[in-house]
Each structure stands twice: as structure tokens, then as C-alpha cells.
């Protein structure tokens, strides 16, 4: 027969008696302080209520007793998420979780990368080594227990290096999220704080919840498979290779809003070719005209051109344009050369390519398609020769 319910809460001191009209507080002191345990009685209403409800709050938290032996006996670890914030727990927190890991996955800034070799470096090769001891019955040559993702450019290059040569792999990604982190296959840890530097963060948020594990160990598979090895990355710096970076821009809304912004950094050169007329018209309707002449005012020395395919209303348009905007070069190009793709270049050295997908659309929104992104040094030159040839054999206006 059940006698009593029990169930168990971490950090309880003291101890609340309360029935129904009555309770009894046990005060019991700390050991050091010398003080006699304290008894009070009480019949009071409110204080009896007071205390009921309170000791709810506590019992909802509480586990039940048979999970609490369940967990001592199978030497399960009791679910905890907490904040670290002093400077030597912190310290003595993330060693203690590197040094008994058995393997460790970590997105970071190139601080935290500093930060760790400043005071950790030590215990991730006390962790390769283990692994590489045990041999946990792998090939040789098998993949590292501890990978990294940050970005890495020429600054960090040396720095990459002593952690390469000391076995983890690492890899570059030219984005990454808002928070640094590292998980195994049991732990958490996070910060948002960039640890420039490598200055120690000043708060860690620390877990064993298996939802933080599961999720942030997806969120690293996922920065690790679009990654570029660190070896190659690394080459193409010292080589001064230049590096593709691309971006498809799958919302109309937002592709257009990039490219807006892009013309407005112009400061030597904009360079626009217009998939249809209609698009430069309904670009118009947007203000495009207000923007490129906040671009002139911002950078007077920049030439603005433009090329437009020909219809039957091309030259009114051109007309109506020039009289908003007198500074803007515009030239029309034959109809034969039409393309499905509206192309904005910037000082030579960034591009928008942005699709038109609906041509009989009022709205640039609706009439867009996906948008791409380009610093390549070699995209954005093939585009500008082809302005640049379009350029010369149109009719001048």
C-alpha cells in the first residue's frame, strides 16, 4: 500500500510542514554560521495559504522520487540548463566539457577560435590524443573527433593552421549565425558574444537538454556540408585565387531591395540593362529615378548608364526620363537582343542579375523572378563586357 507520494528537488533548504488550517516552518541555518535551527507555528490564514501555494510551485517542479533512484542507479544525468557567468567557473566549465568529450563539434567567430587557443588549446589535443589511443577500432586516417566551421580569411590564416596541423578539421563558411557554439553528443554550449581577440565570454548558457543537442547538432550538419574545406580555402588566399561569392536570392522583394541598395554604394560607376521596356517602366513607377539621383547627388563623379530594348514607346519614355534625370546616360538596344534578365553592375566590382519571370505584370514584384548576387571577380567582368559591347553598337540617344 502507497503511504506517501515523494518526489525529489535539487538545492531544498529547510523544511515546510502546512495541512489545512495550520503550518510549521523548520529554518535550518548553514553549517559554518553556528546557528540554532529555528521552529515557527503558525494557524494563520493567509500565511497557511501562502505557504500551500508555494509548496505547489515546488512540487510541480520536483521530479518523481522513482526517477530521482532510476537516475542515481543507471547513472543517468538529471535534465539541466543553466547560465554560467563567473569568469573561473566559466573556465573550469569549458575544460572540464572538452577534456571528457568524445567528440565535439564548434561553430565560432575567429575570437572564439583565439579564445580557445589561448586557454584551451591544451585540452583538445589531450582529447585528439585519447582518441587517437583508444583507435576505437577505426581505419587509419579516419575523420577528426573535433570539427570546426568559422570564417576564415587572410588574418586568420596562421592561426587556422596551428589548429589543422594539431588534427581538427576545420572548415570555411562565409556566413555564420548569430551564435557561437559547441556540442557533443550529450552537451551544449553557447554564447551570443563575439570574444574579439579572444577576450573570455562574460555569460555561457549551458545545457544537456537533449532539444538544444539535437537542434544545434543539426544546425552544425547543416554549416558543415555547405562548408569549404579549410585546406582548400586556405590555398586559394595564399594563391590570391579569386573567390566566387554568389547568392540566389529566391524573393522578388528582397532581390529587388538588394539591387536598389547595390546601385546605391556606386561611387565611379552604375552600369543597368534592363531586361523589357516594361521593366524599366515599372522600375520607374518604383522611384528608381529619386534613387539614381540620390546616387549622383551622394557621388557626383559616378556615371550612371542604361540600356533599354526598343518598342514603340521606348522614345517617349526615354524623353520623360531624361527631363527627371539629366545626368543618366541612356542608349536602346535593338529588340532581336532582348534577354529575360534585368543586369546591375557596380563600380566593376558587384553584380545583381535579376530574372524577369512575368513581363505582363503591373508590379516588379510580381513580374520577378529570383535574383543572384555576385562579387566574382570573373562574373562581374563577363557581365560588364557584355554591357560594355551592347554599349558601343546601340544607338546613342
Not at 81 to 110: F, G, M, P
Not at 175 to 204: C, Q, R, W
Request: hydrophobic share 35%.
Amino acid at each position: 500500500m502507497k503511504i506517501a507520494e515523494l518526489r525529489h528537488l535539487d538545492g531544498v533548504k529547510g523544511k515546510i510542514e502546512v495541512g489545512d488550517t495550520e503550518l510549521i516552518l523548520t529554518i535550518t541555518p548553514d553549517e559554518e554560521s553556528h546557528v540554532i535551527p529555528q521552529v515557527i507555528h503558525s494557524n494563520v490564514k493567509q500565511l497557511v495559504d501562502q505557504q500551500k501555494h508555494l509548496f505547489e510551485i515546488l512540487w510541480k517542479k520536483a521530479i518523481p522520487a522513482e526517477q530521482k533512484i532510476r537516475e542515481i542507479e543507471e547513472g543517468i544525468e538529471p535534465v539541466e540548463t543553466k547560465v554560467v557567468e563567473d569568469y573561473e567557473e566559466i573556465l573550469n566549465h569549458l575544460k572540464y566539457r572538452i577534456e571528457r568529450a568524445s567528440q565535439r563539434s564548434v561553430c565560432s567567430s575567429i575570437g572564439g577560435l583565439q579564445l580557445v587557443y589561448n586557454n584551451f588549446f591544451h585540452s583538445y589535443k589531450k582529447m585528439l590524443d585519447r582518441h587517437r589511443n583508444k583507435g576505437s577500432g577505426r581505419e587509419q586516417g579516419s575523420s577528426s573527433t573535433v570539427r570546426w566551421v568559422t570564417i576564415i580569411d587572410k588574418e586568420s590564416v596562421d592561426l587556422v593552421k596551428k589548429f589543422l596541423d594539431a588534427g581538427i578539421q576545420m572548415r570555411h563558411v562565409r556566413y555564420l549565425p548569430p551564435i557561437n557554439f559547441a556540442v557533443d553528443n550529450k552537451y551544449f554550449d553557447a554564447t551570443i558574444e563575439k570574444m574579439e581577440g579572444g577576450k573570455i565570454m562574460h555569460s555561457l548558457l549551458s545545457s544537456n537538454d537533449s532539444v538544444y543537442v539535437n537542434h544545434y547538432s543539426s544546425l552544425f550538419e547543416q554549416l558543415w556540408d555547405n562548408g569549404i574545406d579549410a585546406v582548400t580555402r586556405i590555398r586559394d588566399i595564399e594563391e590570391g585565387i579569386d573567390l566566387a561569392n554568389i547568392e540566389i536570392i529566391q524573393n522578388p522583394q528582397e532581390g529587388i531591395k538588394r539591387a536598389w541598395n547595390l546601385i546605391r554604394t556606386a561611387k565611379e560607376e552604375a552600369l543597368i540593362m534592363f531586361s523589357t521596356p516594361n521593366a524599366f517602366r515599372r522600375q520607374v513607377h518604383m522611384g528608381v529615378l529619386w534613387l539614381l539621383n540620390e546616387t549622383a547627388k551622394e557621388h557626383p563623379d559616378a556615371k550612371i548608364k542604361i540600356l533599354i530594348p526598343t518598342d514603340a514607346q521606348i522614345t517617349k519614355t526615354i524623353k520623360e526620363a531624361k527631363l527627371e534625370s539629366p545626368q543618366i546616360d541612356f542608349r536602346i538596344y535593338e529588340h532581336g537582343l532582348i534577354i529575360r534578365i534585368t543586369i546591375v553592375i557596380v563600380d566593376k566590382k558587384e553584380c545583381m542579375i535579376v530574372e524577369s519571370k512575368d513581363d505582363t505584370k503591373d508590379s516588379s514584384y510580381n513580374a520577378a523572378g529570383l535574383s543572384t548576387y555576385s562579387s566574382s571577380k570573373s562574373i562581374v567582368m563577363s557581365y560588364t563586357s557584355i554591357f560594355e559591347s551592347l554599349w558601343k553598337q546601340t544607338e546613342l540617344y
